[in-house]
């Protein structure tokens, strides 16, 4: 019973921490919703700060990495803060990172786990993820936070997060063959 009572004491308190120390660093600007956690308001304002929007970054990693990007999102850490682009390297997933104000390449590396996940989903569709981001944008008029592969076979789709005007995140998905955009399911919202 005393242990329970600790955490639930503690969990509260490790937010906040986290919110204060971000706000201290100058990572977040504001706690864009009630159910944001500090993880998602501190990659909410690096990208709304980012110089590199999000095409730019998937188009850097094309470049540099010679393959065909399925998926993007920004990542704030300890150690800083960088897009994480998925590509589809001659059949391999890799990861490449890209600095968001420099555009510089930080990295490549195989891609492990849940990255590795969608390599192939979109093969064939007439919508690339750079269409896709620009779409789901226009549509929210905002952002993109991240982007990537959802749903397999005749339903497979893009699935972006768009963060619009007052820092509120749009869940919106992208027809790989038309580019229509409409809202995601709630059941794909990270």
Do not use: C
């Not at 470049?63 to 059949?91: C, D, F, Q, S, T």
């Not at 391999?92 to 590396?109: F, Q, T, W, Y």
């Not at 749903?151 to 699935?159: E, F, I, V």
Request: glycine residues 12%; without cysteine.
């Amino acid at each position: 019973m005393q242990v329970t009572q600790e955490r639930n004491i503690l969990a509260p308190r490790s937010l906040w921490l986290a919110v204060a120390l971000a706000l201290a660093l100058g990572l977040v600007g504001f706690v864009p919703a009630a159910h944001a956690d500090a993880s998602e308001a501190a990659e909410i304002s690096a990208v709304a700060k980012a110089r590199i929007t999000p095409i730019e970054a998937v188009r850097l990693a094309e470049k540099h990495g010679g393959g065909r990007a399925y998926g993007m999102g920004l990542e704030v850490a300890r150690l800083g803060i960088w897009y994480e682009v998925r590509m589809n390297v001659k059949g391999r997933p890799m990861v490449a990172r890209i600095d968001p104000h420099s555009g510089a390449l930080l990295g490549i590396e195989p891609a492990r786990g849940d990255d590795r996940n969608g390599a192939r989903t979109l093969d064939g569709r007439k919508i690339d993820l750079t269409q896709a981001i620009r779409a789901a944008e226009a549509h929210a008029h905002g952002r993109a936070l991240e982007a990537g592969p959802e749903g397999t076979g005749a339903s497979a789709h893009y699935d972006v997060d768009v963060v619009g005007a007052g820092g509120k995140v749009q869940h919106l998905s992208v027809n790989a063959d038309s580019g229509a955009v409409g809202a995601a399911p709630r059941s794909e919202w990270d």
